[in-house]
Every structure is written in structure tokens, then in C-alpha cells.
């Protein structure tokens, strides 16, 4: 679900403003009539509440810990348990009702028995951690995002449960608030000697270590409006991330596995217990399994399935995942696993007890991903838009879903996915020849505003919109505005309020983030990037991947030689490669080196990165131990024709 390196700059400030106080949101900031009467009509046609939720949610529970804030290195606070503790009673004018009531379930914290051997830790993260007792110590699945709260996971298990040591860990998908954490329950040691089997589906580690280095810059950026970064939790601000409250602050680590499932029906004995494993790579994640505890007949489905409508395509940006194959994996789910299985769980929210309620419920995913695929391409082949079925598809629920709630759109959005789908067959291209050369956003927004009669017309009619409660079309007229008048503080302020009636309004709780986010940018500074990345992940990149995510800062414009070849020995690992430069492009070549180059290279790849990555100049990469041989000028001017890494941009002011 998450990307490595996001975490810090997309949550810290949520960790360390919740501290304070939960409830200190600028009160002034209030729901609109507009919005208040929306909230009421969603109110009114939301189902019946029923009991399973609340009692699923909290079943089972045994403990948690005394102290809500779990601290990183140098006593900095990475998570805190009572963040949401504001979030009971009847729901406030600023959150939507069916937000509220998710919430009301999603953020219970503590250590909760599933079966007599198999227990989850929730609400420490993002994720959830599923520990199953083994013959001599705990199997884990999913070691949470970051090394400070899976120690606080695995504390509270060993505290409550009895002390025993981990014997195996199972990484069900490869990102990051599944893997993440596994220093805090194991060291490397564990699993190169084989004392820890450490399992993973088939292409984990290059999944895991690729998914953003190349649009990493953008998908950071991005990524902050998705999870809220600064917003504190409130009943005007963050209200979760919808498969759960929000990604913590510490440090992100990973240990290869050592032992990989490549093939549904695989089967393991691990500490004694056997395991049975469904592949179900290409839905969810790239690379992702789930897992069947034959003795306990329990369904572990990762993130396939969970108390929310998922994403087709992320809002932080992704590839589109493919909505038939999810869909086809949750009938394979449902057919050959539920009727075995007395207990569902999932990486993310509550487990479902009891075989036929658990049939049921996978029945109703796999119905709902599926309607969603079918329908869109239903509409898609009579000539509609992605707009157009976006449109549609959102009052067109199946009239069989209506009153299961975890269909609902608490993460992803049938709007969203349903352009998603439409993007993974067709593309962005409506084939419409006026959006096939369109003007860029700034020159249209200018034209746009001069067409509707200036500044002073646009305003009029936006502020008409926001008294009739249109707060889509007063968005639109106020976002052109503003990128054609970017000085206008009236526009700003403006456009800010009715982004956060938006939000207000969201049903899914990234998409409120989403809105907010941009109207904390709108009246304050955007908050400064933070793209500290993972040791471990860095270190597992493979070289190729490095010097090919060095070529997308390429600026052949600022390079002045015609050509440049470099050689490149990497004396840490034993690996050769070159790097070819000229007035267009920069492609490396691991596994060669050049018989004539103008520049040699040579020392760990450590200093290759300081000297590619954090812009550190020639000279000074030299000092530390990098040999250099040849013309140290044409390398410097390569290394000045690398833009700095990306320190994030603006996203609704031009």
C-alpha cells in the first residue's frame, strides 16, 4: 500500500501534534449549511448499523500498552495510540457520518486473540502484525511499517502471551507497512544463517525496493496530500488513512527472505505449522500471497480484502492494478479457502468470525471489485468517458452490496477506481480531438478566466457556487483563478474553504486528506519534503536501478561535452558498469566496463551515491576515498548536469 521513504515527512507531524491534543483544530473553520445538510441526507441513507462491526472489531481483546507514545531514536515520538480517542458520539458537522462511524471501529489499539494460537497486534500502525504460536517460538506476519512499533508489538505479545523468541517471519506483500519492520523483531544474522525462515511470494525484493525510485520525487510529493502530512487527527482535521489511521514516523528497515512461495497451493511446515499459500500477485501489490493456517482454519488475505473498497490506482500514483485479476483471486479465495476457513483476517482492520459469515463476506469483495471492473468496461464500450462512468458508477451501487459496509469507500472510491479501470484498458485519452493538444493548466486557466469575463466575474460566480453548496464547480472556477491570478489572496482563501467543505463531505478518508492538504497549502507554505530513505532498501537496489533513476535527473541542456564515458567499479561488490553521456540521454551499463574511457571510478558504492545522489562535489568524494582517474572536469560537469533530488513542488498554486 505505502512507499519506502515516505513515512517521516507524510506522519511525523501527525505523531508529534497528536501529543498535544487531538482536539486542537482551529475550531473557527466550520461546516458549511451546504455541508451540513449533506451529512444529514448521508445520515439518513446509510444502512442499518448491525452488530458484527463493533463486535468483530473489539473480540478477542487482551491487552495493550500503558504508555500510547512509542519513541524512535533520540526520544523522537513515532506513533501514538490515543490519537483518535476523540472519535466517539454522534459525528460532527465536519466529518462525514459513515467516516465517523468507520473510525468509531478502526481505531481500537492492543493485542486481540483470533484463535487459541493465532493473535493480531492493531492499531500500532498502519498494518496489522499476525502472530501464530509455532513449536518452539512465533511466527509473524507482516512486521508493521517501522522497526520502533514492531518492538512494541512484539513487547506487548511476549509481556501478555510469555516470552518466546520468533521463528519465522512471512511477508504477505511487498510494500512497505508490511515489511518494514522487521528489524524490530529480528536481526540480518537471523535470516542468513536460516535460524528465522523469512518468506515472501516470488519477486519480493526487486518489488520491493523498485516501486518508487523512479517517480519517487512525484509520489513523495504526492503522497503527502494522500496520508494528511501535517494535519493533525480532529473532527476538522485527519480523520485516518481508511484501512487504518495513519503510517508511523520510525525507521523503515528490510531483511531479505529466505525461502520465496512462487505458486498458489504451495504448502509449508513452518515451526511446525502448516501453511498453505494463495498467490495472488498483480491485484493489490506486485508481489503478494496470502495465507491459509491449516491447523487453526484461518484465512490470512493481506490486503486483498478489508473493511474498505481498496484502490485500483493509488491517488499518491502508481501503476493500475488490474481489477479482473483482484477480482478473480477473491473468487479463488472464496471458493477454495472460505468454506475451509472458521476466521478471516486481514493485514489491515478486523478479522470476520465464523465459516459462513466469512464466505459471505469474501463473496461480497469479490462482487464488488468485479462489478466495478465490469461495469466500468459495460460503459466504457458504449462510448462513455472516465468522467462520464465515474459519474455514473458513484449512485449506482449493486443493489446487493447496499448494506455491507466494508464495500464502502473508505480508502478508495468507485469514482477513482472506476477512471482507473478506464486508464488501465484505454489510457488518459478520451479520444475527444480538443483534449488531444490541450493548453497546459496556467495558459487555459488565463483563457478561461478572460472568457468568462475576468478575475472580478470568475470570483462572482464562484462565490454564487459556494452559497448554493456547489463546491465541485466553485473548486473548478477558483483553481483556474488562482492559477491565472496566482497573487489573488481572496481567490486562495477562498478555494481553501471549499476544498475543506470537500473534505468535510469525503466519505473516504484519504480523499478529506486530499482536499485538506490543499487547502493547508493555500494558506500557509507547503510543509518542506522529507525523503529520508531506508538503508536497507538502498542497499538492496540493484546498481542497474540506481544509475537509470540518476539518468531521469539528466538535464542534457546543462551538459556541455558532446560525449563522456565513464567507467565504474564498485570495489565493495565486486561490481563493473559504465555510464555513457551525451547531448541527449545518460544510460548506464551494469556488467560491462568501456576499453577507452575518458573518467575511471573506483571505490564502494556508498561514496558512487554520494557523489550521484547527494551532489557532493568531485573533490570532496575524492577526500573520502573514491579514486578518480582521467578528466575530473567532464565528471564534474556530468555531476553538475544531475538535477538535486527532488524536494518536493506546488500542487494547487502554479
Aim: proline share 5%; aromatic share 8%.
Amino acid at each position: 500500500m505505502i512507499i519506502a521513504g515516505l513515512r517521516a515527512g507524510a506522519t511525523f507531524a501527525f505523531v508529534t501534534a497528536t501529543l498535544a491534543s487531538a482536539h486542537a483544530q482551529d475550531t473557527s473553520i466550520e461546516a458549511s449549511e451546504g455541508t451540513r445538510a449533506v451529512q444529514g441526507q448521508t445520515l439518513a441513507q446509510l444502512p442499518a448499523e448491525g452488530a458484527r462491526d463493533a463486535a468483530f472489531s473489539t473480540r478477542g481483546f487482551l491487552a495493550t500498552r500503558a504508555e500510547p507514545v512509542i519513541l524512535g531514536f533520540g526520544g523522537k515520538p513515532v506513533w501514538n495510540l490515543a490519537a483518535y480517542d476523540f472519535v466517539q458520539g454522534p459525528a460532527p458537522d465536519t466529518v462525514n457520518p459513515s467516516l465517523w462511524r468507520h473510525m468509531t471501529h478502526l481505531k481500537h489499539h492492543g493485542l486481540y486473540q483470533v484463535t487459541s494460537n493465532i493473535w493480531q497486534v492493531r492499531g500500532f500502525d498502519l498494518s496489522n502484525m499476525t502472530i501464530i504460536r509455532g513449536e518452539t517460538g512465533w511466527i509473524i506476519i507482516d512486521p508493521l511499517t517501522s522497526v520502533e512499533t514492531a518492538r512494541a508489538a512484539l513487547e506487548l505479545v511476549n509481556q501478555t502471551l510469555g516470552q518466546r523468541p520468533v521463528s519465522a517471519v512471512i511477508y504477505s506483500h511487498s510494500h512497505a507497512d508490511h515489511f518494514g519492520g522487521v528489524r524490530g523483531v529480528i536481526v540480518p544474522e537471523d535470516a542468513t544463517s536460516g535460524r528465522v525462515t523469512v518468506i515472501a511470494p516470488e519477486g519480493f525484493m526487486a518489488e520491493a525496493t523498485s516501486e518508487n525510485i523512479m517517480a519517487g520525487g512525484a509520489m513523495l510529493r504526492r503522497a503527502a496530500y494522500q496520508f494528511g502530512t501535517g494535519i493533525m487527527p480532529g473532527a476538522t482535521g485527519q480523520m485516518g488513512s481508511g484501512i487504518g489511521t495513519a503510517v508511523s514516523a520510525g525507521t523503515l528497515s528490510l531483511i531479505a527472505p529466505n525461502a520465496t512461495i512462487s505458486s498458489t497451493g504451495e504448502a509449508r511446515t513452518v515451526d511446525g505449522v502448516h501453511l498453505e499459500f494463495q498467490i495472488v500477485s498483480g491485484s493489490e501489490a506486485p508481489a503478494e500471497l496470502n495465507v491459509f493456517v491449516v491447523p487453526e482454519k484461518t484465512f490470512l488475505i493481506a490486503e486483498i480484502a478489508t473493511c474498505t473498497l481498496h484502490n485500483i490506482l493509488t491517488p499518491r500514483g502508481a501503476k493500475v492494478r488490474d481489477a479482473r485479476a483482484w477480482a478473480q483471486y477473491l473468487d479463488e479465495a472464496a471458493i477454495r479457502y472460505a468454506p475451509q476457513s472458521n476466521t478471516v483476517v486481514s493485514s489491515h482492520c478486523w478479522p470476520i468470525f465464523g465459516r459462513e459469515t466469512g464466505m459471505a463476506w469474501l463473496g461480497e469483495q469479490r462482487d464488488n471489485y468485479r462489478w466495478l471492473h465490469d461495469q466500468t468496461v459495460r460503459r466504457m464500450n458504449r462510448g462513455e468517458t472516465m468522467h462520464e462512468i465515474a459519474e455514473a458508477l458513484e449512485t449506482a451501487s449493486p443493489p446487493g452490496l447496499a448494506g455491507e459496509w466494508s464495500t464502502k469507500g473508505y480508502y478508495g472510491t468507485v469514482s477513482h477506481n472506476a477512471k482507473a479501470i478506464y486508464q488501465f484498458y484505454l489510457g488518459w485519452y478520451d479520444a475527444v480531438p480538443a483534449n488531444l493538444h490541450a493548453h497546459p493548466p496556467i495558459v487555459r486557466a488565463k483563457k478561461l478566466v478572460d472568457a468568462l469575463g475576468g478575475a472580478d466575474r470568475t470570483m462572482a460566480l464562484a462565490d454564487a457556487a459556494m452559497t448554493a453548496g456547489d463546491y465541485r464547480w466553485a473548486s473548478d472556477l477558483l483553481q483556474n483563478l488562482v492559477f491565472a491570478v496566482p497573487d489573488d489572496q481572496t481567490a486562495k482563501a477562498m478555494l481553501a474553504k471549499s476544498y475543506r467543505q470537500q473534505g468535510y463531505q469525503a466519505q473516504s478518508a484519504i480523499w478529506r486528506n486530499q482536499f485538506l492538504a490543499a487547502a493547508n497549502d493555500l494558506v500557509q507554505n507547503r510543509p518542506a519534503a522529507n525523503a529520508a530513505q531506508s538503508t536497507d532498501l538502498i542497499a538492496a537496489l540493484s546498481t542497474q536501478e540506481l544509475l537509470d533513476s540518476a539518468a531521469t535527473r539528466f538535464a542534457p541542456e546543462r551538459f556541455g561535452k558532446q560525449a563522456l564515458t565513464v567507467a565504474i567499479e564498485l570495489t565493495d561488490r565486486g561490481e563493473h558498469a559504465t555510464i555513457a553521456a551525451n547531448g541527449a540521454a545518460m544510460i548506464g551499463r551494469v556488467g560491462t566496463l568501456p576499453a577507452s574511457p575518458d573518467v575511471t571510478v573506483r571505490g564502494s558504492r556508498a561514496l558512487l551515491l554520494g557523489l550521484m545522489f547527494l551532489k557532493q562535489p568531485v573533490a570532496a568524494v575524492e577526500r573520502g576515498g573514491l579514486v578518480i582517474e582521467g578528466d575530473r572536469s567532464a565528471l564534474q560537469a556530468l555531476m553538475n548536469a544531475l538535477d538535486p533530488m527532488p524536494q518536493g513542488f506546488d500542487i494547487v498554486t502554479p
